[in-house]
């Protein structure tokens, strides 16, 4: 490439010009290629000191032991355990619900039917979740809400069943 250059800037040129550019176009395509040299080892002592000697793993969204994730599920299994009535054993059940159980409980809820979890109760006139479930209360919370919507079908299919 150098000798391209070199060829197409004494093109039309008187010769002490052409050695003038050709000296200009040899210092700076030798600058280059020592700047390139330089600057492929200055990228790869970056990437040497960017890499670190040891690598953190984040073991807290896995649930490991000992992690603070770990800590609150015992924490809140534990307080429900306290909190359960009379004659609910619920150390037996150590998993969570998934949100697929308590979805299909739910699509069954809202046509009137009771679910595996969730079942009517006359006595607070309501679809409720069973104790022994093992959800946090935030969605304890939101499913007996959602409940409402199966507890308003089921007195708007009695109505009508009365009347028509």
């Known amino acids: 490439m150098l000798q ?3 060829h197409l800037s004494g093109d039309g040129a008187s010769s002490s010009q052409a050695v003038r550019t050709s000296s200009i176009l040899n210092s700076v395509f030798a600058s280059k290629v020592l700047n390139k040299v ?3 080892s200055s990228v790869a002592l970056r990437q040497k000191a960017a890499k670190p000697d040891v690598e953190m793993k984040d073991t807290s969204a896995k649930g490991a032991p000992g992690s603070a994730k770990q800590k609150l599920h015992e924490y809140l299994k534990q307080m429900r355990i306290q909190m359960a009535p009379p004659g609910v054993n619920l150390s037996q059940q150590a998993e969570p619900l998934s949100e697929d159980l308590i979805v299909r409980d739910l699509l ?9 979890y969730i079942h009517y109760t006359v006595l607070e006139d309501a679809y409720v979740l069973q104790p022994q479930a093992v959800v946090s209360p935030s969605v304890r919370k939101i499913v007996n809400e959602l409940c409402e919507l ?3 079908f089921k007195r708007v299919n ?3 069943q009365l009347n028509f």
């Open 108 to 116: 069954f809820v809202f046509q009137g039917i009771q679910g595996q």
């Open 38 to 40: 330089d600057y492929t």
């Open 158 to 160: 009695e109505w009508l």
């Open 150 to 152: 199966g507890w308003l």
């Open 4 to 6: 391209l250059l070199l």
